[in-house]
């Protein structure tokens, strides 16, 4: 018997609700008129068959985070195949192999531009997708990675983490690993909740519909949030006194709140001698 999903009760007023299918419809409108998606062929890598990947990346500060995350995709993920990314100004991403840009219009509403997930089933044409934050590092080569995660994908349409929001033991948004045509009728249902406005972030909506029929967990550890190992309750990192290490994991997820909390100095020294990142990203910290 298929497990039930768990909704949560809505967290936003009937009004809010309201601003937000308008505001989402009129942005829909833009898209039909205003959005541009890529002209040319994308390039496989055939270490990961029939796999693109694709990130979302509006204003400054994430365009930022985007180019590092592709940096190190690239250059410790190894990693050549195609990438998407979804944003309103393609100038910081000209020029990158086997880059392709969405461009779709600007919008200050976190929640409209989310949607651009699910949307991008139908900007791309590889069968597989990987989904990435712009703020997840990659520490580790992904080709063992993505061997192991290959059967769950043959065994379920979409494979996520584990996370903490909204509530302990909810699943990740920020990482998905799908079967594009497969996860449809999933990301069908999810769009359509969150485009009701009934709940402030996307991942509600996905706790409120997802059962075990939709996906699988990944069970292994190589998604590593970076307050697990920085911060006021872990030992100070020392690159002069600890020198370089290995990675903790093979996705290391910075995050916003994170960024804002700790010294950049601390984050970037910890980001540059052990998950070996060489873009160091400006926008972020204290500095922010």
């Given at each position: 018997m298929a497990q039930r999903p768990t909704p949560l009760k809505p967290n936003r007023t009937i009004s809010q609700r309201l601003r937000h299918r308008r505001r989402d419809w009129l942005w829909r409108g833009r898209v039909r008129r205003e959005a541009r998606l890529p002209e040319g062929t994308t390039r496989e890598d055939p270490a990961f068959p029939g796999?693109?990947?694709?990130?979302?990346?509006?204003?400054?500060?994430y365009h930022d985070w985007c180019l590092s995350m592709i940096d190190s995709l690239r250059k410790r993920g190894n990693y050549?195949?195609?990438?998407?990314?979804?944003?309103?100004?393609?100038?910081?991403f000209e020029g990158l192999d086997n880059v392709h840009v969405v461009v779709v219009p600007y919008t200050r509403y976190r929640l409209v531009?989310?949607?651009?997930?699910?949307?991008?089933?139908?900007?791309?044409?590889?069968?597989?997708?990987?989904?990435?934050?712009?703020?997840?590092?990659?520490?580790?080569?992904?080709?063992?990675?993505?061997?192991?995660?290959?059967?769950?994908?043959?065994?379920?349409?979409?494979?996520l983490y584990t996370g903490n929001m909204p509530v302990a033991g909810a699943y990740h948004a920020g990482l998905m690993l799908m079967d594009r045509e497969r996860?449809?009728?999933?990301?069908?249902?999810?769009?359509?909740?969150?485009?009701?406005?009934?709940?402030?972030?996307?991942q509600w909506s996905m706790h409120s519909i997802i059962t075990d029929d939709d996906v699988a967990r990944f069970d292994d550890e190589e998604l590593v949030y970076l307050h697990q190992i920085l911060g006021?309750?872990?030992?100070?990192?020392?690159?002069?006194?600890?020198?370089?290490?290995?990675?903790?994991?093979?996705?290391?997820?910075?995050?916003?709140?994170?960024?804002?909390?700790?010294?950049?100095?601390?984050?970037?020294?910890?980001?540059?001698?052990?998950?070996?990142l060489e873009r160091i990203p400006t926008s972020f910290g204290r500095d922010a």
């Open positions: 796999l693109a990947i694709y990130a979302i990346a509006i204003l400054p500060k050549h195949g195609p990438v998407y990314v979804v944003t309103e100004d393609p100038t910081p531009i989310k949607t651009c997930k699910q949307l991008m089933l139908d900007w791309a044409s590889e069968p597989r997708l990987l989904y990435i934050d712009a703020d997840i590092i990659i520490g580790r080569p992904l080709a063992e990675w993505y061997r192991r995660a290959r059967p769950k994908l043959d065994a379920r349409p979409l494979v996860v449809r009728p999933f990301f069908d249902r999810w769009l359509r909740l969150i485009r009701t406005g009934r709940y402030q972030l996307d006021p309750d872990q030992p100070d990192f020392d690159p002069e006194r600890d020198g370089a290490g290995e990675p903790p994991g093979t996705f290391v997820h910075v995050t916003n709140g994170l960024m804002r909390r700790y010294a950049s100095d601390e984050i970037k020294a910890y980001l540059s001698h052990v998950v070996g």
